[in-house]
């Protein structure tokens, strides 16, 4: 079982820019295509961005242009680069796979994005 862990949250104020991280264990990383998710208070869980094992890449609409997701198959790790926060981005982050999430979920990683 491939376990995830996400890191790099924290507190930012709106237009400015975070980034988070996932590391997970396992050796068929580099095969797995990889996607980030939030969950928003009160909210379900969505979709926010993909990367698959070829490199290509999905957005949500509401983050297309504003976020960068991409990958490091030697660390085992993929990224989430966020630019132009937005209050509305407020949640909790999750890595899992892409298109459909098959692993456990990890604890995720919170941002929020305030004045």
């Known amino acids: 079982q491939v376990q995830l862990v996400e890191s790099g949250g924290g507190l930012v104020q709106p237009g400015g820019s975070l980034s988070v991280s996932c590391a997970a264990s396992?050796?068929?990383?580099?095969?797995?295509?990889m996607g980030w998710y939030r969950q928003a208070p009160g909210k379900q869980r969505e979709f926010v961005a993909g990367?698959?094992?070829?490199?290509?890449?999905n957005y949500a609409d509401s983050v297309k242009g504003r976020f960068t997701i991409s990958r490091d198959n030697a660390k085992n790790t993929v990224y989430l680069q966020m630019n132009i926060l937005k209050p509305e981005d407020t949640a909790v982050y999750y890595c899992?796979?892409?298109?459909?999430?098959?692993?456990?979920w990890g604890q995720g990683t919170q941002v929020t994005v305030s004045s």
């Open positions: 899992n796979t892409f298109p459909y999430p098959v692993h456990d």
């Open positions: 990367v698959r094992s070829d490199g290509t890449t």
């Open positions: 396992g050796s068929i990383f580099s095969k797995m295509n």
